[in-house]
């Protein structure tokens, strides 16, 4: 028997199966006689897809196996190993050793974007960056940004396919309607090679700004009764960009 030390592909995305094939060949000088086999799968991520014919087995003759490889795991990268063992009338057994690794999507988004203080009723724009960390290209679908937020446009454009360490830059508008806070998840999905969606934190506030009136009191002193006196009262319109009606 001639184990292989590796049958699967360097690596499969966590949503996916792969199936591969390994020869068993009789290198021995005589015949052996096969009684059966089994798969030791400790992992559970393997599937033997057909087994070994019983009887003899000529010298230089083979046979084939056929094996797939689910990791079915979007929460971490794996790297499992299971064994087929292959017994014989002697007593003698062989053990094919299988290995497989998996990886996940990985795709960075700006942790935190603040906006701060922006004037209800008037915007303030910004930018978040979607860098790839896979070994492989994935597909961004779309970026959904919370309430109060606006997604403007993105550079290049979605749908995109985003190469290993390439990003993206999306543009996002944040326009409250409201005085308050405005802190929500900005959503960046991802359709292929494995559905996923990674978040950032998007963060603003709404304010109204009040005429400002500086003087509380206003002293006229002593007026005769057939007199007038003017006094001047300052308003201070304090709001940057909407006038004031």
């Not at 096969?34 to 046979?63: E, M, R």
């Not at 308050?180 to 960046?188: A, F, K, L, P």
Request: glycine share 6%.
């Amino acid at each position: 028997t001639c184990p292989l030390p590796d049958v699967l592909p360097d690596f499969v995305t966590g949503c996916e199966c792969r199936i591969d094939s390994l020869i068993v060949n009789n290198i021995s000088g005589g015949p052996v006689y096969i009684t059966g086999d089994v798969l030791n799968d400790p992992s559970g991520k393997y599937t033997l897809l057909n087994f070994a014919p019983k009887g003899d087995l000529q010298p230089n003759q083979s046979f084939t196996y056929h094996v797939k490889y689910c990791p079915n795991d979007l929460n971490a990268d794996r790297a499992d190993r299971s064994y087929i063992q292959i017994n014989l009338s002697d007593g003698t057994n062989y053990q094919i050793l299988l290995q497989g690794t998996s990886m996940i999507p990985k795709l960075a988004v700006t942790t935190l974007t603040t906006y701060g203080p922006v004037e209800v009723g008037w915007q303030k724009n910004d930018s978040i960056t979607l860098e790839n960390l896979s070994a492989v290209p994935v597909h961004v679908s779309t970026v959904t940004p919370p309430p109060g937020y606006t997604l403007i446009s993105t550079t290049p454009p979605l749908p995109f396919w985003l190469d290993p360490r390439d990003s993206i830059t999306a543009y996002i508008q944040f326009k409250p309607t409201a005085a308050q806070n405005y802190i929500g998840n900005v959503v960046v999905a991802l359709d292929t090679p494995c559905g996923k969606q990674t978040t950032g934190v998007l963060s603003g506030v709404g304010v109204i700004l009040k005429l400002d009136v500086p003087i509380q009191l206003i002293n006229y002193g002593l007026v005769r009764p057939c007199d007038c006196q003017e006094r001047e009262l300052p308003l201070t319109n304090r709001i940057k960009f909407i006038p004031l009606k």
